[in-house]
T-cell receptor
Framework: DAGVIQSPRHEVTEMGQEVTLRCKPISGHDYLFWYRQTMMRGLELLIYFNNNVPIDDSGMPEDRFSAKMPNASFSTLKIQPSEPRDSAVYFC??????????FGSGTQLSVL | AQSVSQHNHHVILSEAASLELGCNYSYGGTVNLFWYVQYPGQHLQLLLKYFSGDPLVKGIKGFEAEFIKSKFSFNLRKPSVQWSDTAEYFCAVNAGSGGGADGLTFGKGTHLIIQP
């Protein structure tokens, strides 16, 4: 299995632009998580899905952030409009067993 | 809500030294506890986990952790570190209520540097 695949690896954009991050979970995993990592706040859970249904989005910072999972093999995290404070590494992870998350390589987002 | 505190943000050791990284959590109920590791340039991966039973759990690469319920702690240990153990280490917790794979709450991480 190729593991959790995220794209792009790096994204540089200007303030106000829309950003879309993509994730392909491991086949057969029914949980998908989006995390954000910054120096100040560490790893923060943004949202997670079970069987494509959003279960908890309380970590989504504000309405500029949205996430979808149209099918079992694909999820997106969208920021519109983006702001410099959104600069971070965004990780996607999938899971079949409680707590055993398999992480992707992350997307390094820089908003100028 | 759960929270996790890791005592040291940066630790520098020499090869063959013993390692102990502190982790305390805040949650009143049953918990599942984890240590994840992120080697330079790689993604986070599970090092070891505790669900129930023997409070001393062993993970990969010679690491172990001990769950002390009375202290709300889950410290990571290794008797003799190697240069290849240089990495970022994250303690994590989720509610062990059996309600499903809730998202993990992570500590801020400890950056471990092993000097040859």
């Amino acid at each position: 299995d190729a593991g959790v695949i995220q794209s792009p690896r790096h994204e540089v954009t200007e303030m106000g632009q829309e950003v879309t991050l993509r994730c392909k979970p491991i086949s057969g995993h029914d949980y998908l998580f989006w995390y954000r990592q910054t120096m100040m706040r560490g790893l923060e859970l943004l949202i997670y899905f079970n069987n494509n249904v959003p279960i908890d989005d309380s970590g989504m910072p504000e309405d500029r952030f949205s996430a979808k999972m149209p099918n079992a093999s694909f999820s997106t995290l969208k920021i519109q409009p983006s702001e410099p404070r959104d600069s971070a590494v965004y990780f996607c992870a999938s899971s079949l067993v409680v707590g055993q998350l398999f992480f992707g390589s992350g997307t390094q987002l820089s908003v100028l | 809500a759960q929270s996790v505190s890791q005592h040291n943000h940066h630790v520098i050791l020499s090869e063959a030294a013993s390692l102990e990284l502190g982790c305390n959590y805040s949650y009143g109920g049953t918990v599942n506890l984890f240590w994840y590791v992120q080697y330079p340039g790689q993604h986070l991966q599970l090092l070891l986990k505790y669900f129930s039973g023997d409070p001393l759990v062993k993970g990969i690469k010679g690491f172990e952790a001990e769950f002390i319920k009375s202290k709300f702690s889950f410290n990571l240990r290794k008797p003799s570190v190697q240069w290849s153990d240089t990495a970022e280490y994250f303690c994590a917790v989720n509610a062990g209520s059996g309600g499903g794979a809730d998202g993990l709450t992570f500590g801020k991480g400890t950056h471990l540097i092993i000097q040859p």
